[in-house]
T-cell receptor, first 113, second 109 residues
């Protein structure tokens, strides 16, 4: 059973471009969480999704950020018009049910030039 | 004040020493998680506990719900234990995690 997969592992964008980060949860997991780790800071919750539904997006910046978890395919975190402050490591985690241990992906390191 | 506080922030010890990392929280929780973040950045879930004590190999995690405090212990520490250890709590709603700032552990051979 493959673990949580994220791609790309490293992503470089120029200011104003779009960034798309993908997360494939473990097989059988229908709950996906996205977290962000800014340089020299702790992890922060961004959004919680189940298949086709956003359950909690209280940690998402109000503008430029969106997330989806379609019926088929990976979960996508999309950042439009990236700025230097978006440079961070973005981790997704998945779990098979709500009150269960979360399994983390390797992260995507976004660098905005 | 952060909802999850860890101490110490940094810890350096000799190989073989007994290690204790502490975590205090100020909110109601459904569970407390201990995570390990390797130097390469990957995150591994070590424990999820809501009461009592759990043990896995040389790692032991305890939680005191009344005192809102948890400890992570490492027995017979080894240089490969060098990592950042992160305490996180889930709130019983959507189970999103709120994280402490982490404890950077360095074990010297």
């Amino acid at each position: 059973n493959a673990g949580v997969m994220q791609n790309p592992r490293h992503l470089v964008r120029r200011r104003g471009q779009e960034a798309r980060l993908r997360c494939s949860p473990m097989k059988g997991h229908s709950h996906v969480y996205w977290y962000r780790q800014l340089p020299e800071e702790g992890l922060k919750f961004m959004v919680y999704l189940q298949k086709e539904n956003i359950i909690d997006e209280s940690g998402m910046p109000k503008e430029r950020f969106s997330a989806e978890f379609p019926k088929e395919g990976p979960s996508i975190l999309r950042i439009q018009q990236v700025v230097r402050g978006d440079s961070a490591a973005y981790f997704c985690a998945s779990s098979p049910q709500r009150d269960f241990r979360q399994y983390f992906g390797p992260g995507t390191r976004l660098t905005v030039l | 004040k952060n909802e999850v506080e860890q101490s110490p922030q940094n810890l350096t010890a000799q190989e073989g020493e007994f290690i204790t990392i502490n975590c205090s929280y100020s909110v109601g929780i459904s569970a407390l998680h201990w995570l390990q973040q390797h130097p390469g950045g990957g995150i591994v879930s070590l424990f999820m506990l809501s009461s009592g004590k759990k043990k896995h190999g040389r790692l032991i995690a305890t939680i005191n719900i009344q005192e809102k405090h948890s400890s992570l212990h490492i027995t017979a520490s080894h240089p490969r234990d060098s990592a950042v250890y992160i305490c996180a709590v889930s709130d019983g709603g959507n189970e999103k995690l709120t994280f402490g700032t982490g404890t950077r552990l360095t074990i010297i051979p």
